[in-house]
């Protein structure tokens, strides 16, 4: 098994909350240098594994909060190259995922860019523009590695297609609990927990809910129904205006619930 998807398990086992923050690599003050540190910061608050993001000038599926962020880091001179040239000076116990667009993976190289992570403490990847039929681009080079490649699954799957996504996950199963792009405050139609149990029933792997969580009581809601959750722009805004103590609160609350 992947260590990404046997390092959530082992933390299931233990009862905990699985707690995924997502940050845009290279939006810090100090540009991509400040990557290591941020990612300090939420491992020390509770992270079980952390979501890295890659700047893209085409970002389809991020809403405003995340794709602001994304000008910024491209604007402070990031590269896919920049990023992981930094992550292999990261040291740290808890698995980082990378979440690209494929542009930026297909520019670099897919070999290469797999065979350069290997180096790095990234143990999975989300790639939100690659459906499951055009996995065949990148899976061949991962399958003798430790890097997982994280499915994400929609509202709008229908259950054979869920099936089909679940089987064989190995890190996690990435929720989407809306139609649409990232981003918080919006509402939640009413049967997403139930929605969500179901895909928890069929899946082996732990399952984590992503999209519009901005709150302890999204955290408690979704716990009900699944292992865990993604938190991206709430992340993403409070890092950018300065708001540590309240992200380090809202982690450490999170990962006890
Ligand atoms: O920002 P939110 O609503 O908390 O959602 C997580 C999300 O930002 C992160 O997982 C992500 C950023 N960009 C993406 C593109 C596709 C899927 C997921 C993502």
Do not use: C, W
């Not at 939420?42 to 979501?51: D, F, Y």
């Not at 969580?213 to 865990?228: C, L």
């Amino acid at each position: 098994m992947k260590s990404l998807r046997q390092h959530l398990e082992n933390l299931k086992a233990d009862g905990k909350t699985l707690l995924v923050p997502y940050i845009m690599a290279g939006d810090h003050a100090d540009g991509i240098a400040g990557l290591p540190k941020t990612i300090d910061f939420l491992a020390e608050n509770g992270a079980s594994a952390i979501e890295v993001g890659i700047p893209f000038s085409d970002p389809v599926a991020d809403g405003p909060v995340i794709e602001l962020a994304g000008i910024r880091s491209l604007k402070n001179g990031t590269t896919l190259r920049k990023v992981i040239d930094t992550l292999k000076t990261v040291k740290t116990d808890i698995p980082l995922v990378i979440m690209s667009y494929f542009n930026p993976i297909y520019k670099y190289g897919i070999e290469q860019f797999v065979n350069d992570l290997k180096a790095t403490p990234v143990k999975g990847l989300i790639l939100p523009d690659v459906p499951r039929e055009h996995e065949n681009m990148i899976a061949p080079f991962l399958t003798n590695t430790d890097i997982a490649l994280v499915p994400l699954v929609t509202l709008t799957s229908i259950p054979e297609r869920q099936a089909e996504l679940v089987n064989g996950a190995e890190g996690f199963i990435y929720a989407v609990t809306v139609n649409g792009v990232t981003g918080a405050d919006r509402d939640y139609r009413a049967d997403l927990n139930q929605h969500l149990a179901k895909l928890a029933e069929i899946s082996d792997a732990p399952v984590l809910a992503g999209f519009g969580v901005s709150s302890i009581a999204h955290v408690e809601k979704f716990r009900q129904a699944v292992d865990g959750v993604i938190v991206g722009s709430y992340i993403v805004k409070g890092l950018h205006e300065g708001k540590t103590a309240e992200i380090a609160e809202f982690l450490q609350k999170s990962s006890q619930i």
